[in-house]
């Protein structure tokens, strides 16, 4: 959820060599219908049916609830496996670049807002997450023509939580697990905000250095095309 898009293309009906990797060619041949879009498209599905299974019976029956969570759970696994699937093999499609992180942030802003329309949730703290995931994604486009900016361990640490807390939110739990719950998603927020706050610095710091390098690249340029021009006019002043 927070790096760049992992899930991807595959499925070119070549089959990789045991223990390896598949090479360039079969990366070039890769169809959409490959097992890591799949997974990410199983995720997309399984976002409406998550929200039916939360908010059933009014959205306060135990045991729905836990079917919900089933579900959630379900996505979050699919994450970790289309991902895998695409570092491994290296496939890669745009489909798998824009649908993964669509498919993350559509599996996490549905269940924050469920909880927070139940009123298991402040909508502060699904406005705060829901803002810094837009957010980012939104600034990951600003700076992309210049460099991606990478996953970083805060970045992941705060998926895990993020995935965590909501995980047990989204069951019916009293006693010790619900304060704990509370403070796992204590965690979540701050490791929201603060890893939001350095993925901008890191995308400043990206488009400044890609402009600057933009701007000596055109310098170079027109250097080039002038010392060519200055050579030229020499050679006609000659004859």
Known sequence: MTGVPASAAGGS??????????????????????IANILTMVRLLLVPGFVMLLLHNGGYDPAW??????????????????????????LVTD???????IADKAIMG?????????GDLPWWVTGVILFRE???????FWVIRHAVIPASRGGKMKTLAQGTAIGMYVLALTGPLATMRFWVMAVAVVLTVVTGLDYVRQAVVLRRKGLAAERAAAADRASGASASAGASDSAEAER
Do not use: E
Not at 73 to 90: C, P, Q, S
């Open 65 to 90: 609830r836990s079917f919900a969570w089933a579900a959630f759970a379900v996505a979050m696994i699919t994450d970790l496996f289309d991902g895998h699937l695409a570092r491994t093999y290296n």
């Open 134 to 140: 837009i957010g980012i994604t939104l600034m990951r």
């Open 110 to 118: 549905a269940a924050l807002i469920c909880l927070s329309y139940l």
């Open 95 to 101: 489909f798998g670049k824009i649908a993964d992180p």
């Open 13 to 34: 009906g070549t089959k990789p060599v045991r223990g390896g990797k598949l090479g360039t060619a079969a990366v070039n041949q890769a169809s959409l219908w490959n």
